[in-house]
């Protein structure tokens, strides 16, 4: 083997591994993606979006074993029209931020459900990781594509809302993620 | 007693009505006007969604109301000064328009707020108006305002029933009491 061969070879290998092995990496265009959440209060529903999140995605239908979604969420920053609810949110009662600024989401495992992808991982919000699985549906566009993300969380099972709060009569159980994220290729 | 009102005194419906919403308005009042003493917000939620319960079933039944006094017949005046008897019908046509003024500009003030507005946990009813924070100022100013012209007026109302009944010793009252006997002749106030 030549010298030339011998510098060329790595090279070539380290290029060629991501595309054997991995996903394809994404740059999330933070303008044009949201992620959003919405629940209900006293019988009527509400929407909310996080305003200040990251998301490392790595994602190819081909290759779900090497797919991942990282995703970090300043709790700080979720506004729902409501200036009164906007305020008790990152309070101690609900995100807790001052301890827990932010939640964060890493997959462990996409899995083919029929037709539908599913991401599974784990949500750690408020100083609790638990199991949560998300739809998912990615739709490469040109260099990049758009991925639509919904699933459900229990606020309850990370206690935010706890207390008093716990009262799903008064506020839902259920909080539903709805994301929408402009991928461009890395 | 019979369900329906005759010439002498008025019928259970009719008591009915008076007396249970005379309960909840002034029981809603008074405790609207204590909700800030709520010791935690959950416990303001409550409160706040019991007042506004409580403000749509007067607001039901004042219609419900209204419907019973179209079908049933009304007890003729009492004899009296022709001023009094005018008196007496400007104060209960002030009672009804507060009667419906209270709980409609509770409603607004709540659909400028943005709050839901749930009857009992039982259904929703939707807002009234969009979401405008600096007019929900003015109008809880005016939700409040209008209780305490309501206390007023109900002065003027409670006051002339008890002067009949105390000082004038006549069927005013009696015959809007739920158990009340009519006093004169014809004593019954029904024939059996």
């Known amino acids: 083997m030549t010298s030339f061969a011998r510098k060329l070879l790595p090279l070539l290998l380290a290029a060629a591994i991501p595309s054997v092995a991995g996903a394809a990496d994404y740059t999330v265009q933070q303008a044009s993606s949201k992620l959003g959440f919405s629940s209900n209060f006293q019988g009527q529903n509400f929407d909310g979006t996080f305003n200040k999140w990251t998301a490392a995605i790595s994602y190819d239908a081909t290759k779900l074993a090497t797919s991942k979604f990282d995703v970090e969420v300043d709790l700080t920053s979720a506004k729902t029209g409501d200036n009164d609810r906007d305020g008790a949110l990152p309070g101690a009662d609900f995100f807790n931020a001052a301890k827990f600024p932010k939640a964060h989401f890493v997959t462990t495992t996409f899995r083919q459900n029929g037709t539908q992808v599913v991401a599974d991982g784990n949500l750690t919000l408020r100083g609790v990781t638990k199991p949560v699985s998300l739809n998912v549906s990615f739709k490469p566009q040109g260099a990049g594509a758009t991925l639509d993300v919904t699933g459900t969380v229990k606020r309850l099972d990370f206690g935010v809302g706890g207390g008093e709060y716990a009262d799903t009569s008064v506020i839902g159980p259920d909080v539903k993620i709805n994301a929408h994220l402009t991928l461009t290729a890395k | ?192």
């Open chain 2, 1 to 192: 007693m019979s369900l329906r009102s005759n010439d002498r005194q008025w019928g259970s419906v009719a008591k009915f009505f008076h007396w249970l919403m005379a309960l909840a308005i002034l029981g809603n009042g008074i405790f609207g006007l204590c909700m800030d003493f709520a010791h935690s917000p959950m416990q303001k939620i409550g409160w706040f969604a019991w007042h506004k319960s409580i403000g749509l079933t007067v607001l039901a039944l004042f219609l419900l109301r209204l419907l019973w006094r179209a079908v049933d017949r009304r007890p003729p005046d009492e004899p009296g000064p022709r001023w009094q008897r005018a008196a007496a019908h400007m104060v209960h046509g002030l009672l009804y328009v507060l009667i419906v003024a209270l709980p409609l500009s509770g409603w607004w003030f709540n659909s400028l707020r943005g709050f839901p507005l749930q009857w009992f946990k039982l259904f929703n009813l939707p807002a009234l108006t969009g979401k405008n924070e600096e007019l929900a100022h003015t109008v809880i100013g005016i939700h409040e305002y209008l209780f305490y012209f309501l206390l007023l007026v109900l002065v003027a109302h409670a006051g002339a029933a008890l002067k009949h009944h105390v000082f004038d010793n006549d069927n005013v009252l009696r015959r809007m009491l739920p158990f009340g006997k009519l006093r004169g002749t014809n004593s019954q106030g029904e024939k059996p």
